[in-house]
C-alpha cells in the first residue's frame, strides 16, 4: 500500500492535480470489461492528457511496482481491461483527439481514446473509409482496437486493424516513449513493429498515438438478407461466391436460435421456416452493385435459399444491422448465465463446424445460439443455461469445441479440395433466376 502511495503521488505530481481517481463510486465503472471475467476495483484510475502524462504513469509504476492496465471502451469480451488486484487502471477518454486527415496520403493521426463510430462518421464526411468495424463501434476505442487487433463483419473483405496501422508512438513499462512504423505508404525495411504491437493487448507497450491507413469510401453499398431451411444449406455460399468472384464486404451467419432472437428487431419480414440466415453486404461502384446484387442472388438462390431480401434504404439497413449489433447483448438477456466463445475453423470445415455446435446442444442439452462472420470462418458460439447445475455440462461441452476446432484447423490439402469442389462454377453460373430478389418496399422513414 505504501508503494501505491508513492506511485500515485509521484502521478499527480507530474500529471496535474485532479488526475488521480480514487473515488469508489467512480471506480466501479473500470472494474469490468464486456467479459464474464470476476470484476475487480482498482485502486485508483488516472486520466492520461498527453503521451508525457502516459510516460510518467509507467515510470512510477514501474519504480513502485504497481501493476498498470491500459484501458479504451471496455467493450474486449476476454477480461483485458479488467484491473490487476491492487493495480490502477489508465483510462484514455480525455486522449480522444482526431489530430488530422490527410486527403493526400490516405492517413489519419489519432489519440488511443477516439471512439470509432467517431472516427468512422468523420473519415466518411471526407469520403474516406476506415474499415475496421467491430460491433461494438459506437463505444469501443482506437486504442483497445489495436491492442486487440480488432476484427469485425467486414474483415472478410478489408481485413483486421493490423492491416490499417501504420506507426504508432508507445509507451513501454519503464515509461520509454518510443515512435514506430511509418507515414509513408511504402516502408518495407527493418523490423515490423508496428504490426507486433498491433495485438499485444497491452502487454508490450501501451498505445498513445497512432497513424491509420484510409481508403476511398465506397459509393454505395447494399444490404441483403438471406434466408435458408437449414444450417447445412449455408456452409457452402462463401466458397460458391468465391468461386464466382464475388466479393461481399460481408458474409454474417446466425442460426435458428440467433433469428429467434433479431426476428422483431429485424424489420424485414424473415419467412417462419428459416433455419439459418446470412447477412450479406455488397460495396462498391453504385453501377455495378445491381449487377453484383443480381448475380449474387442467383448464387444464393442456386444454393437453395428461400428467401433473398433487400433493405431498400439506409433506415432499413441501419434496422438489419443494429439487431446484429445487438444480438450480443440480447442473448444475455435469454438466460441467468451466457459464456460466449470466438472460434476460428478454415472457411471450407463451416459447415462441420456448425453441426457439431447442433451435435453439443442435442448431447448436452443445452440452448447453443451460434452466429458469426461466416466469411472468415469466425463463429461465435454461445452457452447459456439457468440452473447451476448445468455448468459441468456447459464446461465440457466447452472443451469439446475447442477440442474440434483444433482438429478442423488441421491443413489438408485434400479436404479443402474437395470442400471447395462442392460448387462448381456451372452450378452457380446460370443466371436462370434472375428477378428472383425480393425487396420489402418500405417506404424511407421521414
Ligand atoms: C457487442 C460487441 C461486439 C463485438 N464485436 C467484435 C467484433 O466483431 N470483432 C472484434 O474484433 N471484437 C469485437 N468485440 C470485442 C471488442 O469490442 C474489441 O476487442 C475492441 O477492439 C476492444 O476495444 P476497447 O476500446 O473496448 O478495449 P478495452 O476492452 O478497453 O481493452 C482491450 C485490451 O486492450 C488494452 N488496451 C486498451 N487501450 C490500450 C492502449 N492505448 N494501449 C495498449 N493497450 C490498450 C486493454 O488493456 C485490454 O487488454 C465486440 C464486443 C462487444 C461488446
Redesign the pocket.
Known amino acids: 500500500m505504501a508503494s501505491l502511495d508513492s506511485a500515485l503521488i509521484a502521478i499527480e505530481r507530474a500529471c496535474g492535480s485532479g488526475s488521480v481517481i480514487r473515488d469508489p463510486s467512480l471506480l466501479e465503472g473500470y472494474a469490468q ?2 467479459s464474464e471475467t470476476e470484476p475487480c476495483m482498482p485502486e485508483a484510475v488516472v486520466r492520461a492528457t498527453s503521451t508525457a502524462d502516459v510516460s510518467a504513469v509507467m515510470k512510477a509504476a514501474y519504480e513502485y511496482e504497481v501493476p498498470v ?9 476476454v477480461g ?2 479488467v484491473p490487476v488486484p491492487g493495480g490502477i487502471v489508465l483510462a ?1 477518454e480525455k486522449m480522444n483527439a482526431i489530430q488530422g486527415i490527410d486527403k493526400q496520403e490516405l492517413t489519419t493521426r489519432v489519440q ?1 481514446g477516439v471512439i470509432l463510430g467517431e472516427l468512422k462518421r468523420v473519415t466518411e464526411e471526407e469520403q474516406l473509409f476506415y474499415p475496421p ?4 463501434l459506437d ?15 467486414r474483415a472478410f473483405k478489408y481485413g ?2 493490423r492491416e490499417y496501422a501504420m506507426g504508432m508512438d ?1 509507451v513501454l513499462a519503464d515509461g520509454t516513449i518510443l515512435k514506430l512504423g511509418r507515414e509513408t505508404k511504402k516502408g518495407v525495411t527493418g523490423y515490423d513493429l508496428t504490426a507486433l504491437m498491433v495485438g ?3 502487454t508490450l ?4 498515438e497512432a497513424t491509420l491507413r484510409l481508403i476511398p469510401k465506397p459509393e454505395s453499398t447494399v444490404t441483403a438478407m438471406a434466408c435458408f431451411s437449414s444450417l447445412d444449406e449455408v456452409a457452402p455460399v462463401v466458397s460458391a461466391l468465391l468461386a464466382q468472384g464475388e466479393l461481399p464486404a460481408c458474409i454474417e451467419l446466425l442460426d435458428e436460435e440467433a433469428i429467434r432472437i433479431v426476428r422483431p428487431e429485424a424489420g424485414l419480414t424473415i419467412p417462419n421456416e428459416t433455419k439459418a440466415m446470412l447477412l450479406i453486404e455488397l460495396d462498391g461502384e453504385e453501377a455495378r452493385l445491381e449487377t453484383e446484387l443480381e448475380r449474387t442472388g442467383n448464387i444464393l438462390f442456386d444454393l437453395d435459399a428461400l428467401e433473398v431480401l433487400v433493405a431498400q434504404h439506409s433506415g432499413e439497413r441501419e434496422r438489419l444491422w443494429a439487431s446484429r ?1 445487438e444480438l ?2 440480447s442473448l444475455k438477456r435469454q438466460a441467468k448465465n451466457k459464456l460466449a466463445e470466438d472460434v476460428v475453423v478454415p472457411r471450407t470445415k463451416m459447415a462441420d463446424l456448425l453441426r457439431y455446435c447442433a451435435e453439443l446442444s442435442e448431447r448436452h442439452e443445452l440452448v447453443i445460439p451460434t452466429y458469426g ?1 461466416a466469411g472468415d470462418g469466425n463463429l461465435h458460439v454461445n452457452f447459456l443455461w439457468d440452473d447451476p447445475d448445468q455448468k459441468a455440462r456447459v464446461d465440457e461441452a466447452i472443451e469439446s469445441l475447442f477440442r474440434r476446432v483444433i482438429d478442423l484447423r488441421h491443413w489438408s490439402i485434400e479436404s479443402a479440395v474437395s470442400s471447395a469442389g462442392t460448387i462448381s462454377g456451372a452450378d452457380c453460373a446460370t443466371g436462370k433466376d434472375q428477378g428472383r430478389l425480393r425487396s420489402e418496399a418500405h417506404p424511407e422513414p421521414g
Do not use: K, M, Y
Open positions: 470489461d464486456e492496465t491500459p484501458r479504451g471502451g471496455g467493450t474486449g469480451r483485458g481491461a484514455f488511443p468495424d467491430p460491433n461494438s463505444s469501443c476505442a482506437i486504442g483497445g482496437n489495436l491492442a486487440t487487433n480488432a476484427g469485425g463483419p483486421v486493424t508507445v499485444s493487448e497491452g507497450g501501451i498505445v498513445t449489433r450480443s447483448h462472420h
